[in-house]
């Protein structure tokens, strides 16, 4: 008789595999250059100069240089599998093993408009049961405000992504119209391929980023100037090194002078992704809650209904997503039929005493007006940086 495994359990075995097969290719990729350097020394024997320059470049490296490359490759290794920390710190005081993130794979047609209607309404649907344990326990499920999952409090405690410092804050905006962003959501990283994670990877080391270590100004604005010269091969203006200051205040809202690795690195994954994929893939990434609560925020600003809204209305919806954090928020209930965060100046609340033709006149004929698609277009990279649950923006809207 066969012995039935649950998903956490053929998940974890699935994971040991995975963790033992990738130290065995990491040991294969370590072996060749060892092959190599040991043919290379029977095969003939080097100049002078040659071992003098290797000589060098070993004293150079210093002895410490083995414990450091430990180190850091493990932190490489995290951030390409977009884990945050080591499997081994949750095989403890009976913990969960943390999933093994699968990156996503561009599709042939993902350059493709895809088709979102405006008119047609989409019908929000929610797992009944818990992502991690598969068990339905309606009242206790804090569902997750930008996919179907739903998790329990203890089971997100058990994968260690319910820390005391944050328990308080996920229990009081999970059934909130601000919401909580599972663990999925949360890492923008986790929207990148593989190919585009190799080439973030590259840059950072390039630009000599150490994973998991926070940035000051100075660190953040010395990066985006070599990010820049190796781009385009000049220094960057001044315009856009003030640009970069704004963006790392945004990315800094408590003011403590540093950013956080994990915001810095949301952020250079949202930047990439504006860089690499058109907008008509970044649209494509939108889950159906993303998507009627842009709806919902169009159909605000078209007093008219005629299927356009100026610029400058589109500019002003593009600060509402990212109001995330309020003190006073108004409850809904666990069916989760909300679709994100509708702040007090938001287009969308205009049912709760503040009229949108107070907030900005129309002038829909003395600006560029835009239909629906163009509103999807020019908001969707904002609407994708709003998914962290952090009070940091990482994508700073402009003026």
Same mark, same amino acid.
């Given at each position: ?13 699935? $994971? ?28 003939? $024997?080097?100049?002078?100069? /040659? ?71 989409? $019908? ?50 999970? *059934? ?48 985006? *100037? $070599?990010? *820049?010269?190796? /781009? ?10 003030? /640009? ?73 919806a593009r600060h509402t997503w990212f109001r995330k954090h309020q003190k006073e928020m108004l409850s809904c209930n666990v069916s989760i039929s909300h679709v994100g965060p509708i702040s007090e100046g938001s287009p969308t609340s205009s049912r709760n005493g503040k009229s949108p033709e107070k907030i900005l006149p129309a002038t829909k004929q003395e600006e560029t007006s835009i239909d629906w698609p163009g509103f999807l277009r020019e908001n969707v990279a904002y609407i994708l940086a709003a998914r962290p649950n952090s009070a940091a923006l990482h994508l700073q809207p402009l003026a």
């Amino acid at each position: 008789m066969g012995v039935l495994m649950s998903r956490r359990q053929t998940v974890e075995r699935v $994971q040991k595999v995975s963790l033992a097969v990738s130290a065995f290719k990491d040991g294969l990729r370590e072996q060749p250059s060892t092959r190599r350097r040991a043919e290379a020394g029977t095969a003939r $024997q080097g100049t002078l100069e /040659q071992e003098v320059q290797e000589g060098e470049e070993e004293a150079l490296a210093g002895p410490s240089q083995p414990e450091e490359s430990s180190a850091s490759k493990a932190a490489w290794e995290r951030l390409r599998d977009g884990r945050g920390v080591e499997p081994e710190e949750f095989e403890r005081a009976n913990r969960f093993t943390p999933p093994a993130f699968i990156r996503p794979k561009r599709e042939l047609h993902d350059d493709e408009p895809p088709d979102i209607s405006l008119e047609q309404r989409e $019908q929000i649907l929610n797992d009944e049961m818990c992502e991690i344990c598969e068990v339905w326990t309606a009242e206790s499920l804090f569902p997750c405000r930008i996919c179907h999952r739903v998790y329990h409090d203890g089971c997100l405690r058990r994968m260690g992504y319910l820390q005391k410092d944050s328990a308080v804050e996920v229990t009081e905006t999970a *059934h909130t119209e601000t919401g909580w962003s599972c663990y999925y959501c949360d890492n923008l990283n986790l929207l990148l391929t593989e190919e585009e994670m190799y080439s973030l990877m590259e840059t950072l080391r390039n630009c000599k980023i150490i994973p998991g270590v926070c940035l000051t100004l100075d660190d953040f604005l010395h990066y985006k *100037h $070599q990010v *820049h010269k190796q /781009q385009f091969e000049r220094t960057m203006p001044e315009a856009q090194e003030e /640009q970069a200051a704004l963006q790392f205040n945004a990315l800094d809202p408590d003011k403590k002078g540093h950013i956080e690795w994990q915001d810095f690195l949301s952020h250079e994954s949202i930047q990439l992704l504006q860089k690499i994929r058109p907008q008509n893939a970044l649209l494509r990434l939108l889950t159906p809650k993303e998507r009627e609560r842009a709806r919902a925020a169009f159909l605000a600003l078209d007093q008219d209904n005629d299927g356009f809204i100026g610029e400058g209305e589109c500019r002003q919806a593009r600060h509402t997503w990212f109001r995330k954090h309020q003190k006073e928020m108004l409850s809904c209930n666990v069916s989760i039929s909300h679709v994100g965060p509708i702040s007090e100046g938001s287009p969308t609340s205009s049912r709760n005493g503040k009229s949108p033709e107070k907030i900005l006149p129309a002038t829909k004929q003395e600006e560029t007006s835009i239909d629906w698609p163009g509103f999807l277009r020019e908001n969707v990279a904002y609407i994708l940086a709003a998914r962290p649950n952090s009070a940091a923006l990482h994508l700073q809207p402009l003026a």
